[in-house]
């Protein structure tokens, strides 16, 4: 997530499961929201403890304090969610994770890279479809490199309601970022669009009732969807997006249409439902236990903040090795920051979110410099983690 802390800073060799320190994690946060984040809120499990701590507001214009129990859009974490459906679907043998996607969806990927595509390279980014982002928010051309970019097109967009038929096209159609399972892929939205058009194939409903019946509704969680409107119900935070210090004061794009994202990034949870989540996924109550085992198959992949990491099916570690103790996603929408990870043992689940995005600054080179916010998170999360 671009402007939200970077988790390959960690050292998790030295991180060994400990009992909670509820002293030190309310600092912790506390220290997020005067490093300048409106609002933090976060859970932290561990065997039986869990300790839901929040700092600052929710709302800037109110007052309202951030509490434990908000709703907030938590963008690529939704990769996990949709990752783990479709698994469950080749667990049921209507899909099979190496065959071309072309045999499923040919009039979306049509001819010879339709052919040459399978669905674990979607799942893992090695695809080569571009990212389709800069051609829906044309004045966001550079994205995530923001040099010389206009943020008026979250505006213009804020109610769209995109197809996502539509986005793949512009993802499909543009330059191939390499080749089909090569290395390192290149991480990028449109593989996700088109695992959701897989499920709708496969499953015969709606990509989102599928995830819902699967995947959200299996692991009991009551306060997580995909939305299919512009609005989050329910209590929740305002959601500021600074744009790298393009929009100033930070503004909120909390009701804002999620169909840019989709079955990519659009989901709405808490953090105590994403470490529920995320115990269960290691638990192999989401999935079977070989299924697991195929998520953390890592490969080289370039990240939207140009950073290679290691990436599984819709997971990847805190460690560029491929191996780590922690595991999860991040994710970013407008305003909105989310990162969940989990000892893969169950010995402890992290999930923290963050109302402010884009922070920081650009260099001369168009790339966001440090914050006080990111050594901020930094610190949390070496005291979250144990």
Known sequence: MTGVFDPAELDPAELEPTELEPTE??????????????????????????????????????????????????????????????????????????????????????????????????????????EYLPRAYPSLKAFPNAAGTDPRSLDDHRFTRFRPADLIGL???????????????????????????????????????????????????????????????????????????????????????????????????????????????????????SSLEQMRRTVPVVSQEGRTIAYGLGLHPWEASGEGPFWGHGGSAWGAGTLAMARTDGSRQVAVAVNLQRWGRLDSEGRPQRHPIDDALAAFHRVAMG
């Not at 695992?195 to 599928?210: D, I």
């Not at 989050?232 to 100033?248: L, V």
Request: proline content about 7%; hydrophobic content about 40%.
């Open 25 to 130: 994690l309310d600092a912790a946060l506390d220290g997020i929201h005067r490093a300048g984040v409106p609002g933090v809120f976060a859970e932290v499990r561990a065997g039986d403890q869990v300790w839901r701590g929040a700092a600052g507001v929710a709302d800037l214009d109110t007052g309202r304090p951030a509490t434990p129990d908000l709703r907030h859009r938590v963008g690529s974490v939704t990769k996990t969610f949709t990752a783990a459906a479709v698994l469950q679907q080749a667990e049921r043998g209507r899909v099979d994770l190496d065959a071309p996607i072309g045999h499923y969806l040919p009039a979306l990927v049509p001819g010879g890279r339709g052919e040459a595509i399978t669905v674990r390279t979607l799942i893992n980014h090695t695809s080569g479809l571009a």
């Open 171 to 289: 993802g499909v159609t543009a330059p191939a970022t390499g080749a089909p399972g090569g290395t390192p892929g290149v991480y990028s939205n449109t593989n996700y669009l088109l695992l959701g058009q897989l499920l709708e194939r496969v499953s015969g409903m709606t990509a989102e009732r599928c995830i819902t019946e699967n995947v959200i509704e299996r692991a009991g969680l009551r306060n997580t969807e995909l939305p299919t409107g512009p609005h989050i119900g329910g209590p929740h935070a305002r959601m500021y997006e600074a744009w790298f210090g393009m929009i100033d004061p930070p503004r909120d794009y909390s009701v804002f249409d999620m169909s840019w994202v989709g079955t990519a990034a659009s989901l709405i949870s808490t953090v105590g439902d994403l470490n529920r989540f995320f115990g269960l996924l290691f638990a192999g109550e989401i999935v079977a236990p």
